[in-house]
């Protein structure tokens, strides 16, 4: 019996003798996994899953937002040849102040107290472009409601419209008030020339039928004289101003306000998009991590 169970406790040694540090370096030496069809079609369905599930997260949470409508009106700004300066920078300022003034507190302040807005929530649904290097400015309105936001925008390019100097309406302003009280002159010194003639008329007489006109009367003719000249000159320059104003392009509404096709925002598409995008780099990060692991593992570690 005791020879029996002998063999059961006898330790075996090998043949040819192996270091302990050799066997433990081969117990933990790294392996390269085959990567087979299987798994690269597996590694491929997990970047679907991924890009899907970030554009369809990115669409829903798009599509649960809260609508705004656009509308929008253009400014035919032209500006004036006459002060070209040989370059564009000139221009550029010029376009750029209008813009500014777009924005400016003279202009939306009344346009924020019409709609019971403040200055600062006006501006942030306007915004105001140059179209492709033209002579046109477009200003744009969002709001929750079309009609609102085309109401807006309507009011916006009135106010500033209003701001704009004229200089040749204010020219002709200026001539005209001027004709205006040469004619009234005119009208009081001939008022007072019949007078003094029917009084001169009045003192004829058989031996002097024609008597000679008083100082008073040829005073008050001359000065009728110097007015008519007056009246003339300025109705010349009148009627140049207005030949020049109606020859000249003039800063004006070029297109009515209207209201953009669909909402402007939230674009469910653009989210999805930009959601497809983000989860391609996600899905590149995975399938990087996973065949990292794949290619360097241990060999009991094999899953496949």
Not at 90 to 117: G, K
């Amino acid at each position: 019996m005791e020879a029996e169970s002998r063999p059961q406790n006898r330790s075996w040694t090998p043949v040819v003798p192996v270091p302990s540090e050799t066997v433990a370096v081969a117990m933990f030496q790294w392996k390269r996994l085959p990567i087979s069809r299987k798994v690269v079609m597996r590694y491929l369905a997990v970047a679907l899953v991924i890009v899907i599930a970030c554009a369809g997260l990115a669409y829903g949470l798009s599509k649960m937002g809260t609508k705004t409508y656009g509308a929008r009106t253009t400014i035919y700004y032209p500006l004036n040849a006459a002060l070209s300066s040989g370059s564009f920078l000139r221009e550029d300022r010029a376009l750029s102040s209008a813009m500014v003034d777009m924005e400016s507190h003279a202009v939306l302040d009344p346009v924020a107290a019409q709609f019971h807005l403040t200055f600062d929530a006006l501006s942030k649904k306007e915004v105001v472009t140059i179209l492709q290097d033209s002579e046109v400015i477009q200003i744009e309105v969002d709001d929750r409601s079309a009609s609102q936001a085309q109401s807006i925008v309507g009011a916006i390019s009135s106010s500033y419209l209003k701001q704009v100097p004229n200089e040749d309406a204010a020219t002709e302003a200026f001539l005209n008030k001027q004709i205006a009280s040469d004619n009234s002159q005119l009208g009081t010194l001939t008022t007072s020339f019949n007078d003094l003639e029917a009084k001169r008329q009045s003192l004829a007489s058989v031996t002097n039928p024609n008597p000679p006109e008083s100082p008073a009367e040829l005073s008050v003719q001359s000065q009728i004289t110097f007015l008519n000249g007056e009246v003339t000159t300025l109705q010349g320059r009148l009627d140049a101003v207005t030949v020049d104003n109606l020859s000249q392009p003039h800063i004006q509404q070029q297109t009515p306000p209207y209201v953009l096709n669909g909402p402007v925002s939230p674009k469910p598409m653009r989210a999805g998009l930009a959601g497809a995008l983000a989860g391609i780099m996600l899905a590149v990060i995975a399938l990087t991590l996973l065949l990292r692991r794949r290619l360097k593992r241990a060999p009991n570690d094999q899953l496949d």
